[in-house]
């Protein structure tokens, strides 16, 4: 019943998000459905119409909308039709403090009150980053005068749209303020996430002061504390090519084998007649506490949750419960913060665990070696397979890649990782003891290096890394349903398995087959968004072929563009001057600011700030519509888009309007 529920109310988030609907007239519904629910449950007759099961479908699809609705908009929220348009004071205080960048520092604030009014909310704060910035830590408050706005879109076709990103936390909003607009409030309000915060910035500090590496310190952090700051980029990038970027995030896996190590420890307490709860208390009691060092993220508290549950059903002895103990612990956690079901760490942690509770077990039952080594191999490798088979669709749908020597990495790594956390632990006791021996340090710091060694060697195999993987949310739904069915005829040979696989293989292919049939037809030219650079994206089918000034500032762009269309051959040519586009015309003028042969144009394209009066260009060209694109200084654009509204001529600048498709004519997306 609870995996019902907790279906029912994950498909109320998805509608009352999506859909916008509003939480007043649901709270309503669940208030007259709870009596009728409670009535029907004792009631209804076994063989009757079933009306329990239709009201507690209707109740959790009500109770999934009226939380979710609760959260993206609290009750008192600051209103958004009138405080974008002036600046205003805003009393925040830090929740998050998110990876900085070369330019800016960038925080996750809860809105406390607006020009003095008590309000609620969240805000993306961002400051400049300089040698003079001081970095704020979660829990500080702050006094900022500032005007809001909104996180501006993609600017490019396939690009990661962070606004949706943020709109998905709760966020809707950004304030950018520098040091003079803001002020520091002295002893702020504590709260338990501030305390957890600095607790593990004090351990951070403690590591600190011994004579670790620089990459294996940021890994021990990453490792033990669940702070990925200090990584660097390219020990990162191993960890995800090697399939092994799940050891770097503190969440299901750290906790689920700190589970087992303290079931191990604590196990002599079932000797004693009340000892199995007691040693219940205290493993759970432990599972916070860790949660709490760790800084009591949002991944670390999700699996901390979710675990305790687990523990919880073990305590029972109960293993055909696993499946409504891990159902209630994800509803415990949408009911309290239904936000996370659209984080991508809060699917992948259900998805694997799901998937080991289900398939591991099977696979067990298929091959149960006689051999220790052999059998505690398969286990790993089984357990490594179920868990990437979970994941599979969600990681090729987000990351349009697979790691196809995962299971390399998690055999060499995953047998040590619990003497490897459970080392740490003591590491981080010792350290706040300052009792930590050197000779300790330099060992768990050489063993942190001989990780990250092994992981470097995994993802240096680039020919099994399949990178830029096409795969749609409906490739996705697909693909899980290919999986299910798999696993089921597998299990129980069946025809009606049987027909939902070969369905779902069907499924797969006759979407691949519509995709590459539209994809034949299809022809974009468009003007990208690109900083100190000029991009024209011409797409014929599956060819992409790139005009730019500058074929060595692309950034990510092409690589985007490329798996969201299928392309699969590309060309780069220099930019040239002219086009022609559906018996219309483009002329491109850059600095030289040279004039056309023709005396008329339907598209002006300005790049590279041309020193040019625009209104006599226009009067001369006549063009239909004026573009500007990342090549040219903000400045100079302003000046352009001023002359053009007196001319009455359509204006387009892709930093504001983001990309232009010159097929449709309008600018995307608009704003």
Known sequence: MSVKLTLFVMTGIVLGYYGGLPPLPFLLMLLVLLPVLYWTGKKQARDGFPVFELTTTLFGIGLGVF?????????????IDLDLNMESSWHLKITERLKPNSFSQRYEAEVIALNTESSSGKMLLILPSDSTAKTFK?????????????????????????????????????????????????????????????????????????????????????????????????????????????????????????????????????QFPTGRTFKLVIIVTLLWAYAFVAGLSPSITRAVTMFSFLAYAMYLNRPTNSFNIIALSMLFILLVKPLFLFQVGFQMSYAAVFAIVWI??????????????????WQLLSVSVTAQLGVLPISLF???????????????????????????????????????????????????????????????????????????????????????????????????????????????????????????????????????????????????????????????????????????????QQLKNYYSISQKTLYVMDSLALYPPTSKVDYLLLTQSPKVNLERVMDSLRPKMVLADGSNYKSVVKRWEKTCKQKEIPFHYTGEKGYFNFNNAIPKPSR
């Open 398 to 572: 987000y990351f349009h890649q697979f790691p196809a020597l995962f299971f390399v990495a998690n055999l060499l790594i995953i047998p040590f990782l619990g003497l490897i956390l459970g080392l740490g632990i003591l590491i981080i006791f010792l350290a706040l003891m300052d009792a930590l021996p050197a000779t300790l340090a330099l060992v768990y710091g050489q063993i942190i290096k001989l990780m990250d060694t092994i992981v470097a060697w995994v993802a240096h195999q680039e020919g099994f890394i399949f990178k830029d993987i096409p795969f749609d949310a409906v490739q996705m739904v697909l693909g899980y349903v290919v999986i299910i069915a798999l696993v089921i005829f597998l299990s129980r040979p069946k025809w009606k398995s049987a027909m939902i696989l070969l369905s779902g293989i069907i499924g797969m292919q006759s979407w691949s087959l519509w995709n590459q049939l539209e994809l034949q037809n299809k022809e974009n030219l468009i003007l990208a968004h690109r900083s100190r650079n000029s991009v024209l994206l011409h797409q014929i089918g599956n060819s992409l072929h790139i005009y730019t000034s500058d074929s060595l500032n692309l950034g990510s762009l092409i690589k985007d563009y490329s798996v969201g269309e299928r392309i699969q051959d590309r060309t780069v």
């Open 67 to 79: 939380v979710v609705g609760i959260a993206a908009f609290p009750a008192n929220s600051y209103r």
């Open 360 to 377: 591991y077990p099977k696979m067990q039952r298929f091959w149960y070696p006689d051999n220790f080594l052999v059998r505690k191999t």
């Open 138 to 270: 979660v829990g500080d408050e702050l006094l900022v005068w500032a005007q809001p706005e909104t996180v501006p879109p993609p600017l490019n076709p396939h690009q990661f749209d962070y606004q949706a990103y943020l709109k998905k936390q709760g966020i809707h909003h950004r304030i950018r303020a520098n040091k003079n607009a803001l002020i520091t409030i002295e002893n702020p309000s504590k709260t338990l996430f501030g305390i957890a915060s600095n607790f593990r910035e004090n351990i951070i500090g403690k590591l600190k002061t011994y004579d670790f590496g620089q990459e294996e310190l940021g890994v021990i952090q990453a490792l033990l504390l669940g702070q990925r700051d200090d990584i660097s980029d390219d020990t990162y990038n191993n960890y995800v090519n090697a399939g092994a970027v799940h050891i770097l995030a503190v969440s299901g896996l750290h906790v689920g084998i700190l589970l087992l190590l303290l079931q191990f420890l604590f196990s002599p307490l079932e």
